[in-house]
């Protein structure tokens, strides 16, 4: 039940009467002008009381439990909220009477806080702090439960006290939540799918691209008993497990099966544990949250040692702030080092450009493969963390040599060099097209003058036009060759750009090699012209795929179970999948674009240019002298001419892309626009003005009510009943709700 103040909403009529001393006097409203609403407005903000001695009277800094004023009793989370409650209990105070209506049945029972529960009129009440999580509703883990996981894990890992209590109530504060709109074990279920065991869930994406399935497996097979671990269960380096367990690998399919087994037979129990302490870890990140897979991993190490039996069997306190100085610390420390020196006993800027820093995506991106997992070596620089048994990974976290672990891995130049490394294929687009156009319509570039020789040497033209496939190769060595600057220069960050370049070369030998026989050898045989044709389709097909296919995806066999590029897949080429309608509408919107562009492109630019080609190819200009330059100048003034219009005509050949984009995307737009139903030409002001109205003829049917009411009263009342109802699906904070509802106003 949702109780509100007669002051902020108006009254509602009981058998077509208002109560006692409730109804004012309203103008009449026609159905015509009934969109209007003078007499209702928003409520602006409410003035704040003074601050003086609200500290005092609230209970800033009670405890947890066992106060009743406590600012964790409400969760307050800003000055504001604790003027708010001050000004509630002054008003409290002097309320002699106390009135109010209701929006919601009376026989509707629920726990859930209205808006009643908050409003300055409401008598004084204590809701519950998390009042759908209770025993009533069967909850899977207790309040107490979770809250004695939460001190557990602080005593076994040296959390902080006030972090913990923050996050136990940020986790109540979730489960609330989502149990307010589902049953308690289907909210539980689902908060652990989004952190920790669902399809989307970061935490999951990162065990299978840093291959810990492969780790966990080899472990399990070392278990000799319940709970224990033999002395050979240290885990051997990865390139000995894909020898000797092949079925680990064979099928990432399966590996996902199994996981899905695991977070189903998962106890309720455990789930709130892996929750906890994944908040824990989070809370006391500090700017370790800008890498979230080096979380994942320190995780999946406490995740480890807290199940070792070793963990459990001890009755020892960890004391608090161990986990912030031997983990987070040393990390934070060497991130802060890279961009600061202390000098004087003061921390000062590095003067050291981005290329030569090690930032966070550098640090979260070693976290990412198995072979740069296996890098993290001890301080002592013989023993690596991964050759110590599971349950032992976390306490050697303090040992860690991080300063010999980062490495940079991406090199952040600034340079030109970007626009031929990250717009190969906008250059190929355009550039060999414009190509095929031009030399297929200026053949009097390349054939004999003789129009009879001219004739016989159709060869020569398959294979000048062919060489477009050259071109876009070219333009991908180009790429691949300046790539080079921003990657570092080793061989494992390397090869695949090497291996690419080799390839890239020989794709430019198969375009090339026969041009040298067709125009330099043999210009008129059946040989050469069957050579010229095929080089010409091979040039064509060069060019699609280059122009096609990304640069990263070249000569590389990709599949969802290839382990070696499941971590790009993952956090580097991951893209959200268009639904069928969506993606259709997607290429047909570039399929127009570039159709009527190389059309158009075609007859009003290269075809126009084909008879000032061949015009000003044959021109000779004589009996031109210059004191200085002699007779250069004019002798070589035509093929200067025809430079500049080359140059020209690419140029307008670019802009016609953006502008057949601007076309074809305005007439996508609207065209999405009524398939949506949204009519694009009505302004958004009339939209909203005529809801009301809207409101009143399509939602409270009155032509069919026995009595009429007045529109404004009965709109209003069905918007306050929808801004409610967002509220109770905790779509809205209390604040918004005071400024969406409509207020009666007082003459």
């Not at 066992?66 to 002054?90: F, H, T, V, W």
């Not at 049953?183 to 399809?199: F, K, N, R, S, T």
């Not at 390139?239 to 189903?264: G, I, Q």
């Not at 126009?608 to 015009?615: A, G, I, N, Y």
Request: hydrophobic fraction near 40%; charged fraction near 20%; charge should be neutral.
């Amino acid at each position: 039940m949702c109780d509100v103040a007669t002051s902020d909403v108006p009254p509602v009529p009981v058998n077509g009467a208002y109560p006692k001393g409730k109804r004012r006097d309203y103008p009449d409203v026609s159905e015509s002008d009934s969109e209007l609403f003078s007499n209702f407005t928003t409520p602006s903000e409410p003035a704040r009381a003074p601050t003086s001695g609200i500290l005092t009277d609230i209970g800033l800094f009670g405890a947890t439990r066992g106060i009743e004023e406590s600012r964790y009793k409400k969760s307050s989370p800003s000055a504001d909220s604790l003027i708010d409650k001050k000004q509630q209990q002054q008003q409290q105070q002097h309320r002699t009477v106390s009135s109010s209506f209701t929006l919601v049945d009376e026989s509707s029972s629920s726990t859930v806080p209205t808006i009643g529960d908050y409003s300055a009129n409401a008598p004084p009440r204590q809701p519950e702090m998390w009042p759908s999580w209770v025993p009533e509703r069967q909850v899977p883990v207790s309040r107490e439960d979770i809250e004695e996981i939460f001190v557990e894990l602080t005593d076994k890992f040296g959390f902080q006290q006030d972090s913990m209590r923050n996050m136990y109530e940020h986790l109540m504060t979730m489960l609330d939540s989502r149990a307010s709109r589902m049953i308690p074990i289907q909210a539980l279920v689902m908060l652990h799918a989004d952190y920790i065991g669902g399809e989307n869930a970061n935490y999951r994406k990162w065990y299978f691209a840093a291959q810990l399935d492969l780790d966990d497996a080899v472990g399990d097979r070392n278990v000799t008993g319940l709970g224990s671990r033999s002395t050979s269960a240290a885990i051997p380096p990865r390139h000995s497990n894909e020898s000797t367990e092949p079925e680990l690998t064979e099928n990432l399919e399966k590996a996902e099966a199994r996981w899905r087994d695991r977070m189903n037979e998962m106890p309720h129990y455990e789930k709130v544990r892996q929750l906890a302490l994944y908040l824990l870890i989070w809370g006391e990140a500090a700017t370790l949250r800008f890498t979230p897979e080096c979380l994942c991993f320190i995780f999946k190490l406490a995740d480890d040692y807290i199940k070792s039996p070793s963990c459990q069997n001890s009755l020892e306190v960890v004391p608090e702030g161990k986990f912030l100085a031997e983990v987070i610390t040393p990390l934070y420390q060497f991130l802060r080092n890279q961009q600061y020196e202390k000098i004087d006993g003061k921390f000062v800027k590095r003067e050291r450009d981005h290329a030569q820093t090690v930032g966070y995506d550098d640090v979260n991106q070693l976290f990412w493969y198995p072979e740069t997992i296996e890098r993290i070596v001890l301080k002592d620089k013989r023993t690596y963390l991964h050759e110590l048994p599971a349950d032992e990974r976390y306490l050697a976290l303090r040992d860690v040599a991080w300063d010999s672990v980062f490495q940079k891995t991406y090199k952040e130049r600034r340079t030109w060099l970007h626009v031929a490394v990250n717009f190969t294929r906008i250059w190929i687009i355009h550039v060999v097209a414009f190509y095929y156009y031009i030399f297929f319509n200026a053949p009097s570039l390349y054939l004999n003058a003789d129009p009879a020789i001219a004739a016989k040497e159709e060869s020569v033209q398959w294979s000048v036009i062919g060489l477009g496939g050259a071109i876009a190769t070219a333009f991908m060595l180009v790429g691949a060759v300046a790539e080079y600057f921003f990657v570092p220069l080793t061989w494992k960050s390397t090869n695949v750009l090497t291996r690419r370049m080799i390839l890239l070369v020989v794709v430019l030998v198969i375009n090339v090699i026969p041009s040298i026989y067709v125009v330099l050898i043999d210009r008129t045989s059946p040989v050469s012209r069957i050579l010229g044709i095929v080089q010409f389709f091979v040039g064509i097909c060069t060019s699609i795929v280059f122009a096609l296919v990304p640069s990263s995806r070249l000569f590389v066999r990709r599949s969802p179970n290839n382990r070696k590029t499941l971590a790009s897949q993952t956090f580097t080429a991951s893209f959200p999948k268009l639904k069928a309608s969506d993606r259709a509408m997607s290429i047909g919107l570039w399929c127009c674009v570039f159709g009527c562009k190389l059309l158009e492109s075609y007859f009003f630019l290269a075809l126009s240019f084909k008879d000032p080609l061949k015009v000003m190819n044959a021109m000779r200009i004589y009996n031109c002298n210059d004191l200085v330059i002699g007779s250069t100048l004019c002798t070589y003034m035509p093929v200067i001419t025809l430079c500049l219009m080359f140059f020209m005509d690419l140029t307008l050949f670019f802009l016609d892309t953006y502008l057949w984009y601007v076309i074809w995307n305005t007439v996508f737009s609207i065209a999405r626009s009524f398939y949506l139903g949204i009519s694009i030409w009505t302004p958004w002001r009339n939209i909203f003005s005529r809801l009301p109205k809207r409101i009143y003829a399509k939602i409270l049917a009155s032509v069919d009510m026995e009595v009429k009411y007045k529109p404004k009263v009965l709109c209003s009342q069905i918007w306050n009943a929808i801004i409610i109802s967002m509220f109770r699906e905790h779509l809205i904070s209390i604040d918004h709700v005071h400024k969406l509802l409509y207020q009666q106003v007082l003459e």
